[in-house]
């Protein structure tokens, strides 16, 4: 979950993006494009501007909104990277946080995990 307090989301969503590279070894250098989808919950929150923060200066960002659905859990951003890379899906490490986790629970917590929610 993104934290209400604007400094706790902001620092959520660098160890999100910080885990992602990390778990997978990712250069921004070989990042396409990401795309941040929020829930209208976080309309207003721009996690895009925290990545350029980071450094993410040549990599195109796009952020969304999600439709809300009752099912899905509160104040989850969800991240998808465009990355170039020669690895198989299998070798990709998603990483899910949270109650992110039961979204893709075939795919989270290890060598073939996807998205996190932000806690």
């Known amino acids: 979950m993104i934290p209400a307090d ?3 989301a902001e ?6 993006l910080q885990a992602v590279v990390e778990a997978n070894g990712i250069a921004l250098d ?4 990401v795309l941040f989808s929020l829930p209208p919950e976080l ?4 996690a895009a501007k925290v990545a350029r923060e980071m450094g993410w200066d040549r990599v195109p960002l796009f952020e969304l909104e999600q ?3 009752a099912d899905d859990p509160p104040r989850c951003l969800r991240v998808l990277l465009l990355w170039n890379t020669g ?5 990709i490490v998603h ?7 039961r979204l893709r629970p075939d795919l989270a ?3 073939q995990g996807g998205e996190e929610e932000l806690s």
Do not use: I, M, T
Not at 87 to 91: I, T, V
């Open 6 to 8: 604007a400094g706790l």
């Open 11 to 16: 620092q959520a969503v660098r160890d999100l």
């Open 30 to 33: 070989d990042l396409a494009a």
């Open 43 to 46: 309309a207003e929150f721009r």
């Open 67 to 69: 439709p809300g659905r």
């Open 87 to 91: 690895r198989s899906q299998r070798e």
């Open 95 to 101: 990483v899910y946080r949270g109650e992110a986790a």
């Open 109 to 111: 917590g290890g060598r």
